[in-house]
């Protein structure tokens, strides 16, 4: 289960600007974080599972995440 209840927050991308290279801040839910990859995310949606793969600007998965 998630750590905040029954929802999960995804959050990506800086508007098409760089990313921050490093973290300032972290909070007890913060799972993953890369401050050197251009990329997007895949989110997979089935009858009762949910699948989110953050991938590179090549489409090479980076980190899952499954619910």
Request: proline share 4%; hydrophobic share 35%.
């Given at each position: 289960?998630?750590?905040?209840?029954?929802?999960d927050y995804e959050i990506i991308g800086?508007?098409?600007?760089?990313?921050?290279?490093?973290?300032?801040?972290?909070?007890?839910?913060?799972?993953?974080?890369?401050?050197?990859?251009?990329?997007?995310?895949?989110i997979s949606v089935y009858a009762n599972?949910?699948?989110?793969?953050?991938?590179?600007?090549?489409?090479?998965?980076?980190?899952?995440?499954t619910r």
């Open positions: 289960a998630s750590p905040r209840g029954d929802t800086t508007m098409g600007g760089y990313p921050d290279r490093y973290r300032t801040f972290a909070s007890a839910a913060s799972r993953w974080f890369s401050g050197t990859d251009f990329g997007f995310l895949e599972t949910t699948v989110l793969v953050f991938r590179d600007r090549n489409g090479d998965a980076l980190h899952s995440v």
